[in-house]
């Protein structure tokens, strides 16, 4: 005999088919009923400040997390700033927000309960590095003005790669950037930047030892390094706490900028980085004065040397004027010589009869003396002049020709002083010592 209950067709209970929107208010409500209003302990993580001010970031403790909002009206009610890495006990009410399915905590008060744990280790670690000197200020070493070479340790997947890069290229074009790439986030991050920090220095090493007459401008060392990282919670940038990664830092042989997350951010890298940078683009300007900028003080410094030029010439030209002036022609104190002969004639023609003879004496004494003191005068000026037509050879352009000097002009016999009034292909005369030579202009360089 077959048991009717058995043998009978199962009977299914009917499914309520929920709508979403419905779905999210039951469990709201739900959790409102179950557990508000609640007390949470737990260490801020990821804090953030809208425009609008309200607050929002996450709880967490070893074994898990939850999202928080904070209103404006209650954040400002806090009696304390709050941080990443704060241990702190809140009050408020479980809620989900419907739009999005998230479980949130409204947070209602806010009160310290002291640092929390990643807070403290940091605290540890920068007391015990400070001890030990690496964050004084006579270690640190001063950035190159001009660097040849900037080395880059960052994630290739990283958006600092990107600004770093643009900013570089927009400020100086011309500098190669050598790129280390190592991961800025997670367990294995802090070893591997040590690693990709090593490989520059590796890299500095073998240009250091080739010979001497392989070194050129395409093999420039290193001159200065940029460790950097976008923005990010305390754990985000943790890795930039790790000790390692700090002795790493200390110890390298090239100045290293370290340029990790936000102005506001501060890791055990920033404090004994040679230089802390406030964000990745301001570590790349830190090591890269504009091109104009230098193009500019090199175009002051060439005017100041053309002034000075000029005015050296103006100079020596007075002084020649001078010097022209003082000589005088030898023939003009000839004629004064005569002059002032016949005058002594004349007053001993006119003297009184009884100096008659006296003068005669005189006058014989005076025709004696007269040649020998005109010979030692004309002889001096003589030396004088020859002197003087000296002084004036060796302002001959001639000379200049000899030493190797060329004087160019172009077709329409103008001097050519200055490469920006030639242009290629055209035809110039150049004077020699001896000789002329025609040429026609290959290439062009304009300083």
Same mark, same amino acid.
């Not at 570089?168 to 950037?177: K, T």
């Not at 104009?292 to 000075?308: C, E, I, P, V, Y």
């Not at 003068?359 to 004088?384: D, F």
């Given at each position: 005999?077959?048991?009717?209950?058995?043998?009978?067709?199962?009977?299914?209970?009917?499914?309520?088919?929920?709508?979403?929107?419905?779905?999210? !208010?039951?469990?709201?409500?739900?959790?409102?009923?179950?557990?508000?209003?609640?007390?949470?302990?737990?260490?801020?993580?990821?804090?953030?400040?809208?425009?609008?001010?309200?607050?929002?970031?996450?709880?967490?403790? $070893?074994?898990?997390?939850?999202?928080?909002?904070?209103?404006?009206?209650?954040?400002?009610?806090?009696?304390?700033?709050?941080?990443?890495?704060?241990?702190?006990?809140?009050?408020? !009410?479980?809620?989900?927000?419907?739009?999005?399915?998230?479980?949130?905590?409204?947070?209602?008060?806010?009160?310290?309960?002291?640092?929390?744990?990643?807070?403290?280790?940091?605290?540890?670690?920068?007391?015990?590095?400070?001890?030990?000197?690496?964050?004084?200020?006579?270690?640190?070493?001063?950035?190159?003005?001009?660097?040849?070479?900037?080395?880059?340790?960052?994630?290739?997947?990283? $958006? $600092?790669?990107?600004?770093?890069?643009?900013?570089?290229? !927009?400020?100086?074009? #011309?500098?190669?950037?050598?790129?280390?790439?190592?991961?800025?986030?997670?367990?294995?991050?802090?070893?591997?930047?040590?690693?990709?920090?090593?490989?520059?220095?590796?890299?500095?090493?073998?240009?250091?030892?080739?010979?001497?007459?392989?070194?050129?401008?395409?093999?420039?060392?290193?001159?200065?390094?940029?460790?950097?990282?976008?923005?990010?919670?305390?754990?985000?940038?943790?890795?930039?706490?790790?000790?390692?990664?700090?002795?790493?830092?200390?110890?390298?042989?090239?100045?290293?900028?370290?340029?990790?997350? #936000?102005?506001?951010?501060?890791?055990?890298?920033?404090?004994?980085?040679?230089?802390?940078?406030?964000?990745?683009?301001?570590?790349?300007?830190?090591?890269?004065?504009?091109?104009?900028?230098?193009?500019?003080?090199?175009?002051?410094?060439?005017?100041?040397?053309?002034?000075?030029?000029?005015?050296?010439?103006?100079?020596?030209?007075?002084?020649?004027?001078?010097?022209?002036?003082?000589?005088?022609?030898?023939?003009?104190?000839? $004629?004064?010589?005569?002059?002032?002969?016949?005058? #002594?004639?004349?007053?001993?023609?006119?003297?009184?009869?009884?100096?008659?003879?006296?003068? #005669?004496?005189?006058?014989?004494?005076?025709?004696?003396?007269?040649?020998?003191?005109?010979?030692?005068?004309?002889?001096?000026?003589?030396?004088?002049?020859? !002197?003087?037509?000296?002084?004036?050879?060796?302002?001959?352009?001639?000379?200049?020709?000899?030493?190797?000097?060329?004087?160019?002009?172009?077709?329409?016999?103008?001097?050519?002083?200055?490469?920006?009034?030639?242009?290629?292909?055209?035809?110039?005369?150049?004077?020699?010592?001896?000789?002329?030579?025609?040429?026609?202009?290959?290439?062009?360089?304009?300083?």
């Amino acid at each position: 005999m077959t048991d009717a209950l058995t043998s009978a067709p199962a009977r299914r209970l009917p499914v309520q088919v929920w709508q979403v929107g419905a779905l999210c !208010r039951a469990i709201a409500d739900a959790l409102d009923a179950r557990f508000n209003p609640v007390t949470v302990r737990g260490e801020i993580s990821g804090f953030s400040r809208a425009s609008s001010g309200h607050c929002y970031f996450s709880l967490k403790d $070893a074994s898990g997390q939850i999202r928080c909002a904070m209103f404006k009206r209650t954040a400002s009610m806090a009696d304390f700033l709050p941080r990443d890495g704060d241990l702190v006990e809140v009050r408020g !009410r479980i809620d989900l927000y419907t739009p999005r399915g998230d479980l949130q905590l409204i947070v209602e008060s806010i009160s310290q309960a002291g640092q929390g744990a990643l807070f403290e280790q940091f605290l540890r670690l920068k007391a015990k590095l400070e001890a030990e000197g690496l964050f004084e200020p006579s270690r640190k070493r001063t950035l190159p003005l001009m660097p040849r070479t900037i080395g880059l340790v960052t994630s290739l997947g990283a $958006a $600092a790669l990107h600004d770093v890069a643009t900013a570089l290229q !927009r400020r100086v074009p #011309h500098v190669p950037v050598l790129l280390s790439p190592a991961p800025v986030q997670g367990a294995n991050a802090p070893q591997e930047i040590v690693k990709a920090l090593s490989k520059l220095h590796q890299y500095n090493e073998q240009i250091r030892q080739l010979e001497p007459d392989l070194l050129s401008d395409s093999l420039p060392k290193i001159d200065v390094i940029l460790l950097v990282r976008g923005g990010g919670s305390l754990e985000d940038l943790w890795a930039f706490n790790d000790e390692a990664l700090a002795r790493a830092i200390a110890d390298s042989p090239i100045p290293i900028i370290v340029g990790v997350g #936000h102005e506001t951010d501060f890791s055990i890298a920033d404090f004994v980085a040679d230089v802390r940078a406030p964000t990745p683009t301001a570590a790349a300007e830190l090591v890269s004065a504009s091109q104009q900028t230098w193009l500019n003080a090199l175009d002051h410094m060439q005017d100041r040397l053309q002034n000075t030029a000029n005015r050296s010439i103006d100079s020596q030209n007075q002084r020649l004027d001078r010097a022209q002036a003082r000589l005088g022609r030898p023939s003009t104190w000839l $004629a004064q010589q005569r002059q002032q002969l016949q005058s #002594h004639q004349q007053h001993l023609k006119f003297a009184v009869k009884g100096d008659v003879a006296s003068q #005669h004496q005189q006058l014989r004494s005076l025709q004696t003396q007269w040649p020998i003191q005109l010979k030692s005068a004309v002889s001096r000026m003589q030396e004088r002049l020859a !002197r003087s037509e000296r002084g004036l050879a060796l302002l001959d352009p001639q000379l200049v020709l000899q030493r190797g000097y060329a004087w160019l002009v172009d077709e329409a016999g103008a001097t050519v002083v200055d490469a920006a009034q030639v242009q290629t292909g055209q035809a110039l005369r150049a004077t020699l010592a001896k000789g002329q030579i025609g040429m026609i202009v290959k290439d062009i360089t304009v300083d």
